[in-house]
T-cell receptor
């Protein structure tokens, strides 16, 4: 069974800290991996998409890495801000059988001013 | 990116009834998926909606309870049948234009079953 776990489950930090969010997935047969942000009571926004052939992807203060062979992805948030407070979800695109995105357990982030 | 319109945005239903959720994309997409998100939890995949053929269901979800249609490349429906309070959740439609593309979401349907 394909499972995606995120650590930590919750994180509360003062503004300005650099953060590391971890995503582990079973079954390395993935095509790509996405990181999403979900604000309370709202939908999901795609932050970064890393193809299986890539090692890193960057967008502004966000950097995501992917190690397919070890089943890990990491999202780095530099110089965190209160506006970064949200739940962060990773989702690998599995290719064994039908293509499907399986979502991780999520990390709830709170950045304090 | 494309835009997904999902209707209804919320509904309150009686036990034993059925509700059909519609998902309309403003351009053709390759993949469409239906997810459920229970309070305080992550997203659980219900099924992949296949154009012109039966949906592919995940373990724990069956066609009789969650029938799905996808008549073309821009539209899909999910029906929640014979509802019970345990079906109270947010249901989300998502799609992308291909495996190289980002996945995007509709705004969700908040379902409450009394």
């Amino acid at each position: 069974k394909q499972e995606v776990t995120q650590i930590p489950a919750a994180l509360s930090v003062p503004e300005g800290e650099n953060l590391v969010l971890n995503c582990s997935f079973t079954d390395s047969a993935i095509y790509n991996l996405q990181w999403f942000r979900q604000d309370p009571g709202k939908g999901l926004t795609s932050l970064l998409l890393i193809q299986s052939s890539q090692r890193e992807q960057t967008s502004g203060r966000l950097n995501a890495s992917l190690d397919k062979s070890s089943g890990r992805s990491t999202l780095y948030i530099a110089a965190s801000q209160p506006g970064d407070s949200a739940t962060y979800l990773c989702a690998p695109l599995y290719t064994s059988g039908t293509y499907k995105y399986i979502f991780g357990t999520g990390t709830r982030l709170k950045v304090l001013a | 990116s494309a835009v997904i319109s999902q209707k209804p945005s919320r509904d309150i239903c009686q036990r034993g009834t059925s509700l059909t959720i519609q998902c309309q994309v403003d351009s053709q997409v390759t993949m469409m998926f239906w997810y459920r998100q229970q309070p305080g939890q992550s997203l659980t995949l219900i099924a992949t909606a296949n154009q012109g053929s039966e949906a592919t269901y995940e373990s724990g979800f069956v066609i009789d309870k969650f029938p799905i249609s996808r008549p073309n490349l821009t539209f899909s429906t999910l029906t929640v049948s014979n509802m019970s309070p345990e079906d109270s959740s947010i249901y989300l439609c998502s799609a992308n234009r291909g495996s190289h593309e980002k996945l995007f979401f509709g705004s969700g349907t908040q379902l409450s079953v009394l």
